[in-house]
């Protein structure tokens, strides 16, 4: 840095230093006490809004006080001194100085780099807009203050720049900031900023009228919407290709990755880049209490509409633009992806276009009735095709009464309104649309989302009746989990293509066909078939076959055989079957990974019961030990059990199981202590290890120990020989490490001098006098065995 760099940081941070002094005499202590403790206090996701928690006993009373003296301040209906203002008009014009100098250095890192560069976070030089947004954060604390920042429609345009270009900690005081001011705004004055003269309206509708909709037009809560977008993660595959391979062909894209830094977006600069996952669980949570009322009614009902006619916007787009390569590169498949991210379930069903009606409600009216497949005599099986020569029909009875010869060339089209309908389900958090030429899906919790298009074979079968032969009539086979469609090979014969992956899945499947007419979409030899994928189930399933496996996130529940576990959740049955074997991550135990991903129960299945059983057994041995040390520790009554409304209330063995750090010797399988897990955390401690080095003390003893007449050799323990922590690897076949020690042994067996007993990890001297292990050993450096742990901490405690 030269010398005129240094001189002129240090200016800046002397004048900082001045003018913060100066507003806080003439804001008084609401700006230095205040600004910190709130900036803290809403780095946390899932920001809640402040006036929602009533503050109690002193801290009320301070609030009170701090509330009247800025209301002083703020007096004469809300005009300021002359001193006041000239604050004011500094704060907001270094916070518009900021926001511009923080965008250009964002477009040039934008630029300079790959589009899929993360950018969240990343932008320096942000301790005087830090410092700003810190003293208006404080102003915002009082409803006076509120009012008067919420007329400042430049500050907020600053500030919905600076969510998209601050650095992580301005990006958090932002949405904090955002919380307690848009309660005070009108949304059609926010509107306005975008150049959006009106609402949208109260009661969303479809519109069939492509040639109104501009799918660069900027929608109310884009610039929300558009956080949201950025951080999603999407798979595209496309479905039903003729003679292709299917749906096996999947792509993975990030907004960043579709659409470049320098493509043209008009005013929706904010499209570009990236944004962090964290931000983005804060903005959804933002919206959602937006769309719940918790900042205003009238916000309420503009979020709602405003997520729906994003959702509906899907369907607007022209026909040239609904390709893969075309669509994936629209901000509207975004928007509205991260529209279903924040949508609610009984928001949803109203989304659903409902082109049918009754036949009663044709009497009063002159709409269509919904015609009826004419091969099904149940008189409730919907049409979808109509063909000249055999009626209407389901698309199941389209498939299999013209796989003959004799019947391909009958001409066929998908009725007008099945091609131009939406649907909207909300399945276990996770939102879904369904159109005629794709189905996009997306879920809030893991920000993955997922878009299918139709293939030609699908498409094609909406072809007009004319005098040319479809497509789709010389198809005679469509492959049950890949959607691959041909008149050659395995599929003429058959409904499974030769794709290997689609053969092995075959293997497991079920054969059998349901008393709806659909083939079970379970696996073979169960004693009950699953429930009808395709929503004949009457409520026994809160899934359908075009739901994502929540394990892989990659693939339909239809694509491959699937179980439903006890708790009533599907899944692939190969997707259960890999993780289970799968197990942890890392060399500590830890039984996530054997927990429904929706429910959190255990996962419970007849057909895995081969694999779940040592899976048990595991965490039966790795309980009861657990529960032993917390009881000989004296912590099975400590407050974190036995407190009201803690976490682990009543509930010792998982206060344990938390607490510890368990691994699985190399050797005899069983469960060891390896010291407390938040050590591990700390430390944090690397996942690239040899599961050979993992040897409990029992089978690592090098020094003879001596064998505990009431526990044997199941709980001894060592020393690690660098520091004073329990040993966890045995490595060389002589030496003990800790978890520490062992990521760095490289360097600690090249010591030459060794720290002294308090001895911490990575050759690390301890302050005081008294061994973390509290028992007298030999020189760091040498093997000790600290005998049974058990009896030890019993000794101990």
Request: glycine share 8%; proline share 3%; net charge neutral.
């Amino acid at each position: 840095m030269s010398c005129f760099q240094t001189q002129q940081t240090n200016c800046e941070a002397e004048t900082l230093r001045v003018f913060r002094l100066l507003t806080s005499q003439v804001f008084g202590k609401l700006i230095s006490g205040e600004a910190d403790s709130e900036s803290v206090k809403n780095e946390t996701p899932g920001l809640q809004s402040e006036q929602s928690v009533p503050d109690s006993g002193a801290n009320g009373a301070a609030n009170d006080l701090r509330e009247h003296m800025v209301g002083i301040l703020f007096s004469q209906s809300g005009k300021l001194s002359h001193l006041q203002k000239q604050v004011c008009a500094h704060i907001v014009q270094a916070i518009r100085v900021e926001a511009l100098r923080q965008r250009e250095e964002w477009e040039a890192l934008l630029c300079s780099k790959s589009s899929s560069v993360s950018l969240g976070g990343e932008i320096p030089s942000d301790a005087y807009c830090f410092e700003m947004l810190s003293m208006v954060l404080a102003l915002s604390g009082s409803s006076v203050g509120r009012q008067y920042l919420a007329l400042q429609n430049d500050l907020l345009l600053d500030l919905l720049n600076l969510l998209h270009t601050g650095s992580a900690r301005v990006q958090r005081q932002v949405i904090a900031l955002l919380r307690r001011v848009l309660p005070e705004i009108k949304p059609l004055v926010f509107g306005k900023m975008f150049g959006i003269p009106s609402l949208p309206p109260r009661d969303v509708i479809v519109s069939n009228d492509k040639h109104e909709f501009d799918i660069h037009s900027v929608g109310i809560l884009d610039v929300f919407l558009a956080c949201i977008a950025k951080s999603l993660t999407v798979q595209t595959k496309v479905k039903g290709s003729v003679g292709g391979t299917g749906s096996k062909s999947v792509t993975t894209v990030t907004l960043a990755t579709a659409i470049h830094p320098r493509d043209p977006l008009g005013e929706r600069w904010w499209l570009r880049g990236c944004l962090s996952r964290k931000l983005s669980e804060c903005i959804i949570g933002l919206l959602k209490d937006m769309s719940a009322g918790k900042l205003s009614d009238s916000w309420a009902v503009v979020t709602k509409n405003a997520i729906s006619q994003n959702v509906l916007n899907l369907t607007l787009i022209d026909e040239r633009m609904r390709g893969p390569t075309e669509c994936i590169k629209t901000p509207t498949l975004w928007l509205a992806l991260a529209s279903l991210c924040v949508l609610e379930s009984e928001h949803a069903e109203r989304l659903s276009s409902s082109h049918w009606v009754t036949a009663g409600d044709q009497e009063n009216g002159n709409q269509q009735s919904r015609p009826l497949c004419d091969n099904h005599e149940d008189g409730e099986t919907p049409a979808i095709i109509l063909c000249n020569s055999c009626g209407n029909l389901c698309a199941d009875c389209d498939r299999y009464l013209h796989l003959h010869s004799k019947t391909r060339c009958h001409q066929r089209q998908i009725f007008k309104e099945e091609e131009e309908a939406i649907r909207v389900d909300l399945h276990e958090g996770c939102g879904r649309i369904k159109l005629f030429w794709a189905m996009a899906l997306a879920d809030s919790k893991t920000l993955k989302a997922m878009v299918e298009f139709k293939g030609e074979s699908t498409r094609t079968k909406a072809s007009l009746m004319s005098g040319e032969k479809s497509v789709s009539a010389a198809i005679t086979g469509i492959c049950r989990f890949c959607g691959t469609t041909g008149n050659t090979g395995l599929l003429a014969i058959g409904n499974v293509c030769s794709e290997v992956e689609c053969q092995e899945y075959a293997k497991n499947a079920c054969h059998k066909s349901l008393s709806c007419g659909h083939q079970c979409g379970g696996i073979a030899n169960e004693r009950k078939c699953l429930p009808c994928l395709q929503g004949c189930s009457g409520g026994q399933l809160r899934q359908d076959g075009d739901d994502m496996c929540m394990i892989c996130f990659c693939e339909a529940l239809s694509c491959a055989p699937a179980i439903q576990l006890d708790c009533g959740h599907v899944f692939h049955y190969h997707c259960a079957r890999a993780v289970l074997e799968n197990r942890w991550s890392g060399p500590r135990i830890t039984f996530s990974f054997s927990m429904c991903p929706i429910c959190k129960n255990r996962i419970q299945h007849s057909a895995l019961e081969e694999i779940l059983a040592p899976i048990r057994g595991l965490y039966e041995d790795v309980h009861r030990k657990a529960l032993m040390r917390l009881e000989y520790e004296g912590l099975h009554r400590c407050e974190a059990i036995t407190g009201m409304g803690g976490r682990f209330h009543n509930d010792a063995a998982n206060y344990a199981m938390e607490r510890y750090a368990y691994y699985v010797c190399h050797k005899c399988r069983k469960a060891y202590y390896g010291g407390e897990a938040r050590c591990d955390a700390e430390l944090g401690v690397g996942d690239n290890y040899d599961p050979s080095e993992l040897v409990c003390g029992g089978c690592s003893d090098v020094s003879r120990a001596q064998m505990c007449p009431k526990h044997g050799t199941d709980f001894l323990e060592y020393k690690c020989r660098y520091c004073c922590s329990v040993a966890v690897f045995f490595c060389f076949g002589s030496t003990h490490f800790c978890n520490a020690c062992h990521d760095d042994f490289q360097k600690l067996t090249n010591l030459r001098e060794f720290p002294k007993c308090p001895a911490g990890p990575r050759g690390k001297q301890l302050d005081g006098d008294e061994c973390p292990l509290h028992v007298i050993h030999p020189p760091t450096g040498e093997e000790f065995a600290l005998g049974c742990g058990v009896c030890r901490n019993a000794h101990t405690f």
